[in-house]
């Protein structure tokens, strides 16, 4: 499968099924330019995962909300859950074996961690007096 254009409008529909990396980027940045080659042979090499590419400048608000503070960064999402941020340039075998670990997950698992560490969030909040 080929690189995928992402912005906010498409956001929810791209990252929402199956394995899918998010590659953070903008044009004048070089080590970007490095890492294009190699994302888009990775997604010649995996057509089952999702490959998006979102530049950040023309999408300052999915940067945002990716909290991105250095490009490339690769995003990675697991049936819409995001997993991992990781900043810099990705070798090909580095970008083969995130994706494997990636698939090893058990994500019932995952999904049931994110919910006991959102209750303990809220049975740590304070609790407003009644007046």
Do not use: Y
Request: with cysteine; proline share 6%; aromatic share 6%.
């Amino acid at each position: 499968m080929a690189t995928v254009e992402v912005s906010e409008a498409n956001f929810d529909s791209t990252v929402e099924k199956g394995i899918v990396l998010l590659d953070f980027w903008a044009e004048w940045c070089g080590p970007c330019r490095t890492f294009g080659p190699i994302f888009e042979r990775a997604s010649a090499r995996h057509p089952e995962v999702v490959f998006g590419k979102i530049d950040t400048e023309a999408q300052p608000g999915l940067a945002a909300a990716f909290e991105i503070r250095a490009i490339p960064t690769i995003a990675v999402l697991r049936d819409g859950v995001p997993l991992a941020a990781l900043p810099g340039v990705i070798s090909d075998a580095g970008i083969d074996e995130l994706i494997g670990k990636v698939r090893a997950l058990d994500m019932d698992e995952i999904r049931r961690r994110i919910e006991e560490k959102a209750e303990a969030s809220k049975a740590d909040e304070p609790k407003a007096e009644e007046s």
